[in-house]
């Protein structure tokens, strides 16, 4: 378990190296969230893995302290990519970088879930997009 969560960072700091940093915050989370976007279209399996990961560690707690580690990991890797592109542009963040981190994945995690649970309906992607920006416009950072 502690092997499949760590290939998961791994391929997340994969990922990361391909953000736009020198472009600002806005667009450092937008594109990560059209990173995270096409990876759960791409391959709907692996993300169903995952979580399914997590809610085995977080029944397991007692025995595994795999639970307490994986959120604070991503919420660091994302936490250094937004703290990266505010600092690129003197952008402001009114949440606060791990705020902002989290909650991105909070709303992230939720989306996976919906698609997961009925891939036929349409507006899955658009409604991510939109619970993004509004984090975004909450966080005050300006388009």
Not at 38 to 46: C, H, I, N
Not at 72 to 99: K, R
Request: glycine share 6%; charged share 20%.
């Amino acid at each position: 378990m502690e092997a499949a969560a760590g290939a998961w960072l791994k391929n997340l700091n994969r990922f990361s190296r391909d953000v736009p940093v020198h472009l600002g915050l806005r667009k450092a989370v937008e594109q990560v969230a059209e990173g995270y976007w096409r990876a759960l279209e791409e391959e709907p399996a692996s993300l169903l893995a995952e979580i399914e990961l997590i809610l085995w560690a977080t029944c397991n707690a007692a025995v595994s302290p795999l639970a307490a580690k994986i959120y604070p990991a991503y919420e660091v890797e994302l936490g250094n990519i937004f703290s990266s592109a505010a600092q690129n542009q003197g952008d402001q963040c009114l949440l606060g970088i791990p705020a902002l981190a989290r909650s991105f994945l909070m709303i992230y995690d939720g989306a996976v879930i919906q698609y997961l649970a009925d891939m036929k309906r349409t507006n899955h992607r658009a409604q991510f997009f939109m619970m993004v920006d509004a984090l975004l416009i909450k966080a005050g950072v300006q388009p």
